[in-house]
């Protein structure tokens, strides 16, 4: 079986970020933390931006193009940053404590290679897929992989999509050093 890895379509943040309800944290660093409410928090988390003067010379880092964003709160209150960050489930964990790591949604598939054929990016011989996306953890993908890859000795493609966006690559076998692994590529 194959997999044609198709185009995602272009999201914006913006709306992303605001058509979401939120629980609001206070970070070690004095940041805000909006995590959203919803199966898969950890793929809409969003922290104020860093308002030190001087950081990098730009007067603090911002995001969203300096925008002010609105979020509501689960109390229904408002909540508005100017230009915060959309962030990641670590960075939150390591500021507040509150632990989302394992709750990403992910579309996994694994296969033999991939290939280029008639201007479409084919995964050739599928070891396995997903029925639907999942929700656990970010990186799930390259346990499936790295299992495939050790079993056979070889390696395998994973292909990873999220709601951010998606990737796909090679995974080799526990233990191959950069010398197996040129060796490997250069024998095809």
Do not use: C
């Amino acid at each position: 079986m194959d997999y044609e890895i198709g185009r995602q379509e272009m999201i914006s943040g913006q709306y992303e970020a605001e058509v979401r309800k939120y629980k609001k944290y206070i970070g070690k660093s004095g940041r805000v933390w909006l995590v959203s409410i919803q199966d898969n928090p950890a793929d809409n988390i969003y922290v104020s931006a860093d308002t030190r003067e001087n950081v990098k010379g730009y007067g603090g880092f911002r995001g969203f193009g300096g925008a002010t964003l609105t979020f509501e709160l689960e109390d229904g209150t408002i909540e508005t940053l100017q230009g915060p960050w959309h962030s990641n489930s670590d960075a939150l964990f390591n500021d507040t404590g509150i632990d989302v790591r394992d709750k990403h949604v992910t579309f996994i598939v694994v296969s033999e290679k991939r290939e280029y054929i008639n201007n479409h990016e084919m995964m050739i011989g599928v070891l396995y897929k997903d029925e639907k996306p999942e929700i656990g953890l970010f990186d799930r993908g390259k346990a499936i992989a790295q299992k495939f890859a050790d079993e056979r000795n070889i390696p395998v493609i994973l292909y990873s999509q999220s709601v951010g966006g998606s990737s796909n690559g090679p995974v080799y076998p526990s233990g191959w050093d950069e010398d197996k692994i040129r060796s490997w590529w250069n024998s095809d």
